[in-house]
């Protein structure tokens, strides 16, 4: 276990780190970050810019895959997921990548990361009822190389933006 968090370290510090933002491009990202829906006007007049120069910082930023996309926020039960859960996923060793990749494309995956803490995989999942939520727990533990399924079931959420 030790020797697989201190891999998932090494990787994450070894990825390439992104260009340098200025304090603009902050303030960019920092609004669409609260709003996807700010118009270039509205962002233009926070900074004291013209919308064109916004615009380009905003295609570079996109370009850089700072801005990876925008997206809308929404309540999963109000969609009728009634039950939604933060999975631990444990692999068998050398399984990892295969799994995690494997899961990323499961429509009843929302999010997927693999972490350096107590499981090497977290998946946000969501599930129109328990019997569902059930079979997809059964689905994930009988996959080739998963040794373990810990799924936690989300009771109240609190906070849904960065």
């Known amino acids: 276990m030790v020797a697989r968090l201190a891999e998932a370290i090494r990787v994450a510090r070894s990825k390439k780190r992104g260009p340098m933002?200025?304090?603009?491009?902050?303030?960019?990202?920092?609004?669409?970050?609260?709003?996807?829906?700010?118009?270039?006007?509205?962002?233009?007049?926070?900074?004291?810019?013209?919308?064109?120069?916004?615009?380009?910082?905003?295609?570079?930023?996109?370009?850089?895959?700072?801005?990876?996309?925008?997206?809308a926020v929404v309540d999963p039960r109000a969609l009728g997921y009634s039950v939604i859960s933060l999975t631990g996923v444990d692999t068998e060793p050398g399984d990892l990548l295969r799994v995690a990749r494997e899961l990323a494309t499961r429509e009843y995956v929302k999010s997927a990361w693999i972490t350096a803490g107590d499981h090497e995989i977290m998946l946000e999942i969501w599930a129109k009822d328990e019997a569902e939520m059930d079979e997809i727990i059964r689905e994930i533990s009988e996959m080739e190389g998963v040794k373990r399924v810990c799924p936690a079931v989300v009771t109240e959420r609190l906070k849904s933006r960065c």
């Open 21 to 71: 933002l200025d304090e603009r491009d902050m303030t960019i990202v920092s609004i669409l970050m609260r709003n996807a829906r700010a118009t270039l006007r509205e962002i233009a007049g926070a900074l004291g810019m013209t919308d064109v120069a916004v615009r380009k910082r905003l295609q570079r930023l996109e370009r850089d895959r700072i801005i990876l996309g925008y997206t």
